[in-house]
């Protein structure tokens, strides 16, 4: 009889024979930046995560630069908003100006930027609308120009959210013709249409005005379809492609792992963060080991890059 409990028996060969790691730079952080000036306002739904005015950013970025992590994601929220979501790709944006302060003074931590239009438009949709009906390729040339106006203020890599058609195609070519050839485009390319971001949109001020987002992110029950996404914006000149959510679509993400040969990255969202908040918070929980077992799932699903609420408190307990 084999006894694979002899590889168990303490802390010392179980630390050997561990097969999936984590590591700091596995993780990007999730940062909101707001209009404003002395703000950092607590997102109730999301505890320990804020919206920071740009003149306070410091003080995250400071924890960000001694983590060690692999750097972060930035969502913006501006103070205007209309139907075209014009503070999405305006010079003066809060998101083009939180890039610039990031540069001048936190040089050394890597900007990810989510391409997106749901933080800036009146109407919460991630594209151009027409009556109740969100436009696919009427869309992609404000994309384009917020992923350039983004790449301008000197991000290193962006990250289009929106699950419009051919939106990769358009950011790359967008974004070569203006000279960031250099710049990476990580996809959210198997983005489901899930209950879990609800913290997240408190966090963004972005819930749709109408409606819901079912007619271009994803059906929750549509696995094959995530590999056909995968596989286009992969075509499409992708350089990273996403999972989200995490938990509920690990299978998705290994499948994914076996399937293509290119860096996977997963994002641990809003919902997932607070339920085991919430849960912590309570006692039924120990929150350090189940956040320490979910980030691990997911690395050992095939994640090259973990997108989490948690990395700050993750670099810890690594």
């Keep these: ?157 962006v990250a289009p959210s929106d699950m419009m058609d051919g939106r990769v195609t358009a950011i790359r070519e967008g974004l070569d013709q203006s000279g960031f050839t250099q710049i990476p485009i990580m996809a959210y390319s198997a983005k489901f249409a899930s209950a879990y971001y609800g913290p997240f949109r408190d966090a963004a001020h972005s819930s749709p005005g109408f409606g819901d987002r079912k007619s271009y992110q994803m059906d929750c029950a549509n696995g094959q379809e995530a590999l056909r996404e995968i596989a286009a914006d992969i075509e499409e000149g992708a350089d990273i492609v996403m999972v989200k959510p995490a938990l509920a679509y690990l299978d998705v993400l290994k499948e994914s792992a076996l399937t293509y040969d290119v860096p996977l990255a997963v994002y641990n969202v809003s919902g997932e963060y607070a339920m085991v908040k919430a849960a912590a918070a309570n006692g039924w929980i120990d929150e350090q080991r189940i956040v320490m077992e979910n980030l691990t799932a997911m690395k050992r699903a095939g994640a090259k890059i973990i997108i989490t609420y948690h990395a700050l408190d993750a670099v810890k307990w690594i």
Excluded: W
């Design 1 to 157: 009889m084999y006894r694979f409990r002899r590889l168990r028996r303490d802390e010392r060969v179980r630390s050997m024979m561990q097969e999936t790691r984590l590591h700091p730079k596995d993780f990007i952080y999730p940062i909101f930046v707001i209009e404003g000036e002395n703000v950092k306002s607590p997102v109730a739904s999301m505890p320990g995560v804020y919206q920071y005015s740009v003149d306070r950013l410091g003080e995250i970025l400071e924890r960000v630069k001694e983590s060690g992590i692999g750097g972060i994601m930035l969502f913006g929220i501006p103070a205007h908003k209309d139907p075209e979501g014009s503070q999405a790709y305006a010079e003066d944006g809060i998101t083009q100006r939180a890039v610039r302060f990031m540069k001048e003074n936190y040089p050394e931590i890597y900007i990810v930027v989510d391409i997106c239009l749901c933080e800036y438009t009146s109407h919460g949709h991630c594209g151009m609308v027409c009556g109740d009906e969100i436009l696919n390729d009427e869309t992609l040339p404000y994309l384009v120009r917020m992923a350039v106006s983004l790449a301008k203020a000197g991000a290193d890599m």
